[in-house]
């Protein structure tokens, strides 16, 4: 298994500010995810955090606005950028482990409102 | 692409028995988890399966139908504390970029 802590674990921002997120996990991980739930909707993957290298992301997220360092395999950051109020939503941080079978867990998230 | 379907709200009795089902169309297909959340936290992971038929741990279980793109999640003894909501998920690679997509959710109600 993997413990997974988030800071801050809820912000209000005003809008056209920018706001960081950290994750950091108690062991090494290699597949390492951000993810966006918005409330009463499921968990839509914003990109995967990538160590060494550029972050992929999904379909209608960009660099620009959510950047994201992964300086480590225990650490990242999920920057929201020039935030408007359809940004309000909980972030999760999440790691992917492969042993004999696939187990995925989440941070306690990060809810974010923007005024 | 993907596509996961599940029901959206059910309710059951406490002490009884309910199945979530979860259908699934993807392009490729590696394994499928089921998580629990519950209201304002965030998902736990209840279970990966990979192959045909059914997994048991405790009073979840979780089964699933390769070739029909089916999956279940049965909770047995229902109590109190599992109302919640279910999410479906499918891990649509075996290896390179892997990315786990989810369904919408079930919603289960527990009443006494």
């Known amino acids: 298994s993997a413990v997974i802590s988030q800071k801050p674990s809820r912000d209000i921002c005003q809008r056209g500010t920018s706001l960081t997120i950290q994750c950091q996990v108690d062991s090494q991980v290699t597949m390492m995810f951000w993810y966006r739930q918005q409330p009463g909707q499921s968990l839509t993957l914003i990109a995967t955090?990538?160590?060494?290298?550029?972050?992929?992301?999904e379909s209608g997220f960009v660099i620009d606005k959510f950047p994201i360092s992964r300086p480590n395999l225990t650490f990242s950051t999920l920057t929201v950028s020039n935030m408007s109020p359809e940004d309000s939503s909980i972030y999760l941080c999440?790691?992917?482990?492969?042993?004999?079978?696939?187990?995925?867990?989440f941070g306690p998230g990060t809810r974010l409102t923007v005024t | 692409g993907q596509n996961i379907d599940q029901p959206t709200e059910m309710t059951a009795t406490e002490g009884a028995i309910v199945q979530i089902n979860c259908t699934y169309q993807t392009s490729g297909f590696n394994g499928l988890f089921w998580y629990q959340q519950h209201a304002g936290e965030a998902p736990t992971f209840l279970s990966y399966?990979?192959?045909?038929g059914l997994e048991e741990k405790g009073r979840f279980s979780s089964f699933l139908s390769r070739s029909k793109g089916y999956s279940y999640l049965l909770l047995k003894e229902l109590q109190m504390k599992d109302s919640a909501s279910y999410l479906c998920?499918?891990?649509?690679?075996?290896?390179?970029?892997?990315?786990?997509?989810f369904g919408i959710g079930t919603k289960l109600q527990v009443i006494p």
């Open positions: 999440s790691v992917l482990l492969q042993g004999k079978a696939y187990e995925q867990y």
């Open positions: 955090a990538n160590q060494g290298s550029e972050a992929t992301y």
């Open positions: 399966n990979v192959l045909d």
């Open positions: 998920a499918v891990l649509p690679f075996s290896g390179g970029y892997q990315k786990v997509t």
